[in-house]
């Protein structure tokens, strides 16, 4: 499974636009990226997933260069509720989807 | 439509004996996950069930055990409970068998062992 590298933490205000850098230089043909958003004591949800260039949901976007070798996940227009750790996770489908979580991004969102 | 259900939402229990979690998949998911986070801890993938079997497990010693039912829940069964065993245990579903990393999860089970 490629490693990521994300940063421990970020600090941000309401109604800035977020962008998280994960770097995966290991990223295989078959990886898939996907973000994923951890409340304290809560399950973590799905936030987003992509292969190649951008994709985007009523949620986020994610950026993918052409190598592959990082990937950028953009909140646009924080708020408080956004406060969160934030989770990359790179790994190969078909079969068989185990998540592989790092330490995360711990954004703190202030008024 | 009804998410991920776990139950209980707490159990506390004492070295040796055993645990019993439950889960309930979000309806038309066949895949249901466990996986364990202890404090400060990431989260470490458990077991794997896919329409009644066993795909996966993660390296945990053979006291964690589980099982699928027909109707796609699932209970996860800790014997002779250790002190670092406490920790939030997760359940996830998805479809199953889909090339997606889009997982649900349940609200937890806050497992406590003196």
């Known amino acids: 499974l490629a490693k990521t590298t994300q940063p421990i933490s970020m600090d941000s205000y309401e109604g800035q636009e977020v962008n998280i850098t994960c770097s995966h230089n290991n990223i295989a043909t078959n990886d898939y990226i996907t973000w994923y958003q951890q409340f304290p004591s809560q399950g973590p949800r799905f936030i987003i997933q992509?292969?190649?260039t951008k994709v985007t949901n009523e949620v986020a976007s994610l950026f993918i260069p052409a190598d592959r070798k990082s990937s950028t996940l953009s909140l646009p227009r924080v708020s408080l509720s956004d406060t969160a750790v934030y989770y990359c996770?790179?790994?190969?489908?078909?079969?068989?989807?185990?998540?592989?979580f790092g330490t995360g991004t711990r954004l703190l969102v202030s008024p | 439509e009804a998410g991920v259900t776990q139950s209980p939402t707490h159990l506390i229990k004492t070295r040796g004996q055993q645990a019993t979690l439950r889960c309930s998949p979000i309806s038309g998911h066949t895949s249901v996950y466990w996986y364990q986070q202890a404090l400060g801890l990431g989260l470490q993938f458990l077991l794997w069930?896919?329409?009644?079997?066993?795909?996966n497990r993660g390296n945990f010693p053979p006291r964690f055990s589980g099982r699928q039912f027909p109707n796609y829940s699932s209970e996860l069964n800790v014997n002779a409970l250790e002190l670092e065993d406490s920790a939030l245990y997760l359940c996830a579903s998805s479809f199953g068998r889909e090339n997606t990393y889009e997982q649900y999860f349940g609200p937890g089970t806050r497992l406590t062992v003196t």
């Open positions: 996770l790179v790994a190969p489908t078909g079969g068989f989807q185990k998540l592989v």
């Open positions: 992509g292969y190649k």
């Open positions: 069930y896919d329409e009644g079997e066993e795909r």
